[in-house]
């Protein structure tokens, strides 16, 4: 058990819906990232946050977005959802402040759209 | 830009030793190993920090080569723990915030 929560585990949803999925780091982290994880592309990184400020973007679309709340959840937000967006999203959270360092996976929430 | 690992996949048997490889074409600051079994979330191994380190993790050791771009893994004497995909990520400088994960090398080891 990492510390890091995802919910929900499994999703599945329709082409054109919205989803937002839910991270809560291991207490103490501050850094939260999120990636995307398919077949053919591997770990692909989405973005970062540190304590509420978004701190590095990746390869996210537009239809995507992000945000860390006081408490340093986060959550991802995915909007017009095509079936290309089937993935397994991984959020996971790290103390350091500075670079990056030991990163704490969560299990995952995998979504598949139909 | 993402790393380059190889080989992409690899079977051993118990006791052999395997290396896996990762190249960027760009400057590295770190090299960050994980391996993720089936079903299961990435789990870190280590970090190399530019300066041609070698670390360790039980039989598990890697080295970065920071004039190459390039970092290796090595797992000697393996075990059937050891298998499931090992992806690097990479630090192209400090303060990037950003780890870049290559495509992953599964490494299946059987009796």
């Known amino acids: 058990d990492s510390g890091v929560t995802q919910t929900p585990k499994h999703l599945i949803t329709a082409t054109g819906q919205r989803v937002t999925l839910r991270c809560s780091p291991r207490?103490?982290?501050?850094?939260v990232y999120w990636y995307q994880q398919s077949l053919d592309q591997g770990l692909q990184f989405l973005i970062q946050?540190?304590?509420?400020?978004?701190?590095a973007k990746g390869n996210i679309l537009e239809r995507f977005s992000a945000q860390q709340f006081p408490d340093l959840h986060s959550e991802l937000n995915l909007s017009s959802l095509e079936l290309g967006d089937s993935a397994l999203y991984f959020c996971?959270?790290?103390?350091?402040?500075?670079?990056?360092?030991?990163?704490?996976f969560g299990e995952g929430s995998r979504l598949t759209v139909l | 830009q993402q790393p380059v690992q190889s080989p992409q996949a690899v079977i051993l048997r118990e006791g052999e030793d395997a290396v896996i490889n990762c190249s960027s074409s760009?400057?590295?600051?770190?090299v960050h190993w994980y391996r993720q079994k089936h079903g299961e979330a990435p789990v870190f191994l280590m970090i190399?920090?530019?300066?041609?380190e070698q670390k360790g993790h039980e039989k598990i050791s890697a080295s970065f080569n920071e004039k190459k771009q390039q970092s290796s893994l090595y797992l000697t004497a393996s075990q059937l723990s050891y298998s499931g995909t090992y992806f690097c990520?990479?630090?192209?400088?400090?303060?990037?915030?950003?780890?870049?994960f290559g495509k992953g090398t599964k490494l299946s080891v059987i009796p």
């Open positions: 990520g990479t630090e192209r400088g400090a303060g990037s915030y950003q780890l870049t």
């Open positions: 946050y540190y304590n509420g400020e978004e701190r």
């Open positions: 760009k400057a590295l600051y770190s």
């Open positions: 190399l920090l530019k300066g041609g």
């Open positions: 207490s103490g982290d501050l850094s």
């Open positions: 996971a959270s790290s103390w350091s402040g500075g670079d990056t360092g030991e990163l704490f």
